[in-house]
C-alpha cells in the first residue's frame, strides 16, 4: 500500500500535464489508425489484419514515427522528472515542519519552568521597590544599609521566548513581544535606581510606583500564559486584563493603601490604552 501512495503521489498529474499527454497519446493512435484506414481502403480486411501485425510486430513503424516518438518520450520523462523533485520539495518541507513543530513543543515544555523564573524575577524586583518605598522620608529617598541588589532577568527563560517567538504564529508573537518589551522596559528602569541610589543622580519617590507597575506589569504578562503552557488546547492571550494586573500588584508584594494606590493608577492606563485588553 505505501508503495502504491508514493507511485501515486510521484505520477499525480495537473490537469494541463494530462492535457498534453492526452494530445501527444492521441496524435500518435491517429498516425497509426490513418495508417491502417489507407490500408484497409486499398487491401482486403484479412490481408489488413495481417499486415497490421506484421507492421507491429516488426516494430518498422517506429522508424516512421521517430520523431513524434522522442518527443512523447522526451514529454513523459520531462514530466516523470518535474514529479520526482516535486515529491523532493514536498519532503523538504515535511522535514522543516516538522523540525519547527518540534522545536514549538521543546520550548513549549520547558516554557512554565521560564514563567516561573519570570515570576520570581519580577517578585524580587518588586521587593525591592517595596524596601525603597519604605525609606521615603520628606519626599526624598534615603538609602537603605545594605543597598538593595537588583535582580537580573533570568537568560533560560529569555532563549524560551526566544524559540517561541520563532516558530509560533503572527498573533501569538504579538504577546510575546509583550512580555520581552515589558521585561526589558522594567529591567531598564530597576537598573537606573541603582545608579540613583550610588549617588549619581536623584531618585524622585513618585518614580516608585511606576517601577512597582512595571514589575506588576511583568508578572501579569508571564503568568497570563501558564493556562496556555500547561494545557496543549490552550491559545495564547491577547494581553492582560485589570483583574489580572491587579492580582499581579498584590503578588509583587504590594497590599492594602499601596495596592490600591497602584491599582488605581493601573486602571488609569488602561483607560490611557498603555495596557490593552481590559474585564
Not at 486499398?42 to 506484421?54: A, C, G, M
Not at 537606573?192 to 506588576?216: K, R
Request: proline share 4%.
Amino acid at each position: 500500500m505505501h508503495s502504491f501512495q508514493m507511485f501515486h503521489h510521484i505520477f499525480k498529474l495537473t490537469r494541463w500535464q494530462q492535457f498534453f499527454i492526452g494530445l501527444f497519446s492521441g496524435v500518435f493512435a491517429a498516425a497509426i489508425a490513418i495508417n491502417i484506414a489507407c490500408i484497409f481502403a486499398e487491401l482486403p480486411p484479412k490481408q489488413v489484419v495481417i499486415l497490421s501485425i506484421r507492421w507491429l510486430g516488426g516494430l518498422s513503424w517506429i522508424n516512421e514515427y521517430q520523431t513524434l516518438l522522442t518527443g512523447i518520450a522526451a514529454v513523459v520523462a520531462a514530466f516523470i522528472s518535474v514529479a520526482h523533485i516535486r515529491q523532493q520539495i514536498d519532503q523538504t518541507a515535511q522535514i522543516e515542519r516538522d523540525r519547527i513543530e518540534g522545536r514549538k513543543f521543546s520550548a513549549r515544555a520547558m516554557l512554565p519552568l521560564a514563567l516561573s523564573k519570570i515570576c520570581q524575577y519580577a517578585e524580587e524586583s518588586g521587593q525591592v521597590v517595596h524596601l525603597l518605598m519604605r525609606h521615603v522620608q520628606e519626599e526624598q529617598v534615603v538609602i537603605p544599609n545594605p543597598r538593595p541588589v537588583i535582580p537580573t532577568i533570568p537568560e533560560e527563560a529569555l532563549t524560551v521566548l526566544r524559540d517561541l517567538v520563532e516558530h509560533s504564529s503572527q498573533s501569538e508573537r504579538r504577546y510575546y513581544f509583550k512580555l520581552i518589551s515589558a521585561l526589558q522596559v522594567q529591567n531598564s528602569r530597576l537598573s537606573g535606581i541603582l545608579y540613583d541610589i550610588q549617588g549619581h543622580g536623584s531618585l524622585v519617590p513618585t518614580a516608585l510606583n511606576f517601577y512597582a507597575l512595571d514589575a506588576a506589569e511583568v508578572y501579569a504578562y508571564a503568568s497570563g500564559l501558564y493556562e496556555y503552557a500547561r494545557d496543549w488546547d490552550k491559545t495564547v492571550p491577547s494581553g492582560i486584563t485589570e483583574s489580572e494586573m491587579e492580582t499581579a500588584i498584590h503578588l509583587v508584594g504590594f497590599w492594602a493603601e499601596e495596592g490600591d494606590e497602584l491599582f488605581n493608577q493601573a486602571r488609569r492606563l488602561f483607560a490611557s490604552g498603555r495596557y490593552g485588553s481590559s474585564d
